[in-house]
């Protein structure tokens, strides 16, 4: 039997309790199982992780850099949805 | 080969932009346009470093039966472990250039690949471990430092992941450096021993002399390179030279000289020629390093072939279950 490459897993890491998962890198494996553990032995071999979460490469879809502009236009112009864009009266503390 | 950047520029607008984002500090991501040039040069920087963090296991992993204590043992251990983390951060990143992880391994294997020139030198005693772990992740920590501020994204994360690990590399070694420093006379002439064998080859490290160093100026302007080998040479030996002296340890340099003006330590000439026969294959243990490493991938293939066949029984279950 050849020497084949085993498909590649994004690794997720959640730092602490209630903090987001972030990317931490990727790593090769057979099977999601092995995935998870090569990801626990990789990426949190300091207690970096409280949970990991792995997903096939190629599951993941992403935005294209080239159409970045186009794509994330609606969210620019819209300076109503930021709370500066409301006057408020003189020394009332609103928050 | 001489990249010609006016020509580049001329025959695609896209490098005009892209270099303009790179002078504004924005950092390159996989999906983003690059130049070939600059995807082909991380590629073959980012898979040397990837290469020598592996190939460094080598001569660490050759004292893990022999450290004189459990404590140093499991330190030993987990530092060697560390190394074989740091290749795969690394190769991870490389592979988002477009490259597979498996061509990588076989320019390694088939000897193809380059890796740092530093790791083709024998560890010879014990007091290695400590010197390696002091001079030569020093030196990688300077180094990794300022690659940190790279301008391609994946490798500037994986080096911040990596500065992180290598600082307990680095104290770990300058424990046992200090420890045997202060020891008997025979424990002080071994690691004065030791110090005397890597110092050069830590300072060529940083590789070939500003002058003598054909990518550099194409990684500088792309910042792939922030610093010259020149000028982390020079803090290399600035940050060390007084470690040397707080141990009470020398540097096998007669020209070695304090210079107030510049306020750097001044250092004698490289010998470049032993530098330039490492790099060719000629090291004194560049055919065992490999030979090491091609076993050892030729050992584990039992264990790649059990694990692909373990997932195909249960990916054939789980069909059939449904």
């Known amino acids: 039997m050849s020497d084949s490459q085993w498909p590649l897993w994004e690794v997720f890491t959640q730092g602490d309790h209630g903090e987001p998962f972030e990317h931490a890198g990727s790593v ?53 949805r930021h709370p500066q864009f409301y006057k408020v009266p003189k020394g009332v503390k609103v928050f | 080969m001489t990249p010609n950047p006016a020509l580049d520029a001329g025959e695609d607008p896209r490098v005009a932009a892209f270099e303009a984002r790179i002078a504004a500090g924005e950092s390159i991501e996989p999906k983003d346009w690059m130049p070939e040039r600059y995807r082909k040069q991380l590629i073959r920087m980012m898979s040397q470093h990837a290469h020598s963090e592996v190939v460094g296991m080598l001569p660490e992993g050759n004292w893990i039966t022999r450290a004189p204590s459990l404590r140093r043992k499991m330190s030993l251990i987990a530092k060697v472990q560390d190394e074989g983390g740091h290749g795969l951060y690394i190769y991870c990143g490389t592979e988002t250039l477009g490259v ?25 005693s014990w007091a290695d471990m400590g010197v390696i772990g002091w001079l030569v992740d020093g030196a990688a920590i300077v180094n990794q430092t300022i690659l940190a501020k790279t301008s391609y994204g994946p490798y500037a994360r994986a080096m911040i992941r990596i500065c992180k690990e290598e600082n307990f590399h680095k104290r770990q070694g300058y424990e046992i450096v200090a420890t045997l420093a202060k020891g008997t006379p025979a424990q002080k002439a071994m690691v004065q021993d030791a110090v005397n064998r890597w110092w050069w080859p830590s300072l060529m490290m940083f590789g070939p002399s500003d ?45 070695l000289r304090y210079d107030a003006a510049t306020e750097n330590w001044l250092f004698g000439p490289i010998d470049w020629a032993e530098f330039n026969e490492v790099i060719r294959g000629n ?38 279950a449904a």
């Open chain 1, 28 to 80: 090769h494996a057979a099977d999601a199982e092995q995935a998870m553990q090569n990801a626990r032995d990789v990426y949190a071999r300091r207690g970096e992780a409280i949970n990991l979460w792995v997903v096939p490469s190629t599951a993941i879809v992403a935005s294209a850099p080239s159409d970045a502009g186009p794509f994330f236009d609606p969210g620019n112009d819209k300076a109503y």
């Open chain 2, 211 to 255: 002058t003598d160093s054909p990518n550099s100026g194409e990684l500088l302007r792309w910042k792939v390179k922030r610093k010259t080998n020149d000028e982390l040479r020079q803090r290399f030996v600035n940050l060390t030279i007084p470690q040397v002296q707080a141990v009470g340890l020398t540097v096998p340099d007669p020209d």
């Open chain 2, 283 to 320: 090291g004194p243990c560049n055919k065992e390093r490999l030979a090491a490493r091609r076993e050892a991938h030729e050992a584990g293939q039992w264990v790649r072939e059990a694990a692909t066949a373990y997932a195909a029984k249960h990916e054939r279950r789980s069909t059939e």
């Open chain 2, 100 to 124: 597979d992880r498996q061509e990588l391994v076989e320019q390694l294997l088939n000897g193809t690949a380059k890796y740092s020139s530093i790791f083709n030198y024998p560890t010879l």
